[in-house]
């Protein structure tokens, strides 16, 4: 009975240390196999390219630089979008609150300062505040925070037509 051989190397044995006579041989039964001879082992020593010394830490700098500068462009954005929407919703709760003090019977003057109240509960600035008849239209602007030009905003309200 014969005991199997441990090889003392981690590494793979490539062909061209296999003794020539055991090439291309195929062994049918396990005693007529014979035992592989034990090769010294050699030890691996890890190599790093003298060229790239530090090359993954550019990359990863330029990779973070890049995700920095997507997010501020998309924080930008959104504040414009932001903006946007509250001077939307200024204009049209102000020019409503115009038309309903109308209707109540008050004067054009009376509803715009009514409009303006409403605007500036809002955080907008009021631009322009006009009527025609029973109609409302109210202009108002609204600072965005990251973007240095203003989001404005126009709306109309009045009896329907």
């Given at each position: 009975m014969?005991?199997?051989h441990v090889r003392p190397s981690l590494r793979p044995v490539p062909p061209s240390?296999?003794?020539?006579t055991q090439l291309g041989q195929t062994w049918h039964?396990?005693?007529?196999r014979p035992s592989v001879p034990s090769c010294p082992t050699v030890p691996i020593v890890p190599t790093r390219p003298t060229g790239e010394r530090g090359a993954a830490s550019i990359l990863a700098l330029s990779v973070v630089a890049v995700v920095l500068v997507l997010t501020m462009g998309g924080l930008v954005v959104a504040s414009v979008v932001v903006a946007s929407h509250r001077a939307r919703v200024a204009a049209d709760l102000g020019s409503l609150a115009a038309a309903s003090a109308m209707q109540d019977g008050a004067d054009s003057?009376?509803?715009c300062t009514v409009a303006q109240q409403v605007v500036r509960a809002n955080d907008a600035a009021t631009q322009s505040c006009s009527s025609l008849g029973a109609d409302v239209d109210l202009r108002v602007t609204?600072?965005?925070?990251?973007w240095p030009?203003?989001?404005?905003a126009r709306a109309?309200?009045?009896p329907q037509r």
């Amino acid at each position: 009975m014969t005991t199997p051989h441990v090889r003392p190397s981690l590494r793979p044995v490539p062909p061209s240390e296999v003794p020539r006579t055991q090439l291309g041989q195929t062994w049918h039964t396990p005693q007529a196999r014979p035992s592989v001879p034990s090769c010294p082992t050699v030890p691996i020593v890890p190599t790093r390219p003298t060229g790239e010394r530090g090359a993954a830490s550019i990359l990863a700098l330029s990779v973070v630089a890049v995700v920095l500068v997507l997010t501020m462009g998309g924080l930008v954005v959104a504040s414009v979008v932001v903006a946007s929407h509250r001077a939307r919703v200024a204009a049209d709760l102000g020019s409503l609150a115009a038309a309903s003090a109308m209707q109540d019977g008050a004067d054009s003057a009376q509803a715009c300062t009514v409009a303006q109240q409403v605007v500036r509960a809002n955080d907008a600035a009021t631009q322009s505040c006009s009527s025609l008849g029973a109609d409302v239209d109210l202009r108002v602007t609204v600072r965005a925070r990251l973007w240095p030009a203003p989001a404005k905003a126009r709306a109309r309200a009045g009896p329907q037509r």
